[in-house]
């Protein structure tokens, strides 16, 4: 099973409004990262937080990680059409070289 | 521009027919790796190549073979597709960094869209 599971799947906001997306994983980990893909589009990197690391804020993005809940938060604030995406937590091994993926949060933000 | 480009975008083929999806990047990157994306299923890794002549099994290696020659290209290889390798490919690339790959951001191509009859 994958090691990063989103939720909630699905999700749709007003403009303006913010967009809470959940992360959890089983095993531990290196860091997690977050990434948004557009319709059609590759994977784009939004933000990375090691695991000693508790909040992480990049922009309008505000990212948590609970170590002892094994869970992260991506927070977008005052959202925005164009933020309209699916959005992925990865997590990265203590050890090993592989980063697993979560199956995606589709946020759609109404104009 | 640093990019990862992958070709074709998109192709129809038929079972059995060898096809090649290359990927390339100018980011004089390290690391590259492969993988497939289906609903329900997210992402998963097909291939990995911590640097040339380096490569390793992901989750999902059966069926694909994939070669590391030169550092900027990562060629994927389907000798004998099947219809079950239906489905969008993405090529990734990573600085390798003082502390290790999975610190650093992956780069992806834009994908390559394969059905196979």
């Known amino acids: 099973s994958q090691q990063g599971e989103e939720d909630p799947q699905a999700l749709s906001i007003q403009e303006g409004e913010n967009a809470t997306m959940n992360c959890s994983y089983k095993t531990s980990i290196n860091n997690l990262q977050w990434y948004r893909q557009n319709s059609g589009r590759g994977l784009v990197h939004l933000i990375l937080?090691?695991?000693?690391?508790r909040e992480k804020h990049s922009g309008r993005l505000r990212v948590t990680l609970d170590t002892s809940k094994k869970s992260s938060s991506l927070l977008i604030t005052a959202s925005r059409a164009a933020d309209t995406a699916s959005y992925f937590c990865?997590?990265?091994?203590?050890?090993?070289?592989?980063?697993?993926f979560g199956e995606g949060t589709q946020l759609t933000v109404n104009p | 521009e640093a990019q990862v480009t992958q070709n074709p975008r998109y192709l129809i083929t038929v079972t059995g027919k060898k096809l090649t999806v290359t990927c390339s990047q100018n980011m004089n990157h390290e690391y590259m790796s492969w993988y497939r994306q289906d609903p329900g299923l997210g992402l998963r890794q097909i291939y990995y190549?911590?640097?040339?002549?380096?490569?390793d099994k992901g989750d999902v290696p059966e069926g694909y073979k994939v070669s590391r020659k030169e550092k900027r290209n990562f060629p994927l290889i389907l000798e004998s597709p099947s219809p079950n390798q239906t489905s969008l490919y993405f090529c990734a690339s990573s600085y390798r960094g003082v502390s290790g790959w999975s610190n650093q951001p992956q780069h992806f191509g834009d994908g390559t869209r394969l059905s196979i009859l």
């Open positions: 990865a997590t990265a091994p203590l050890s090993g070289s592989r980063l697993t």
């Open positions: 937080i090691r695991s000693n690391e």
């Open positions: 190549s911590m640097n040339v002549e380096v490569t």
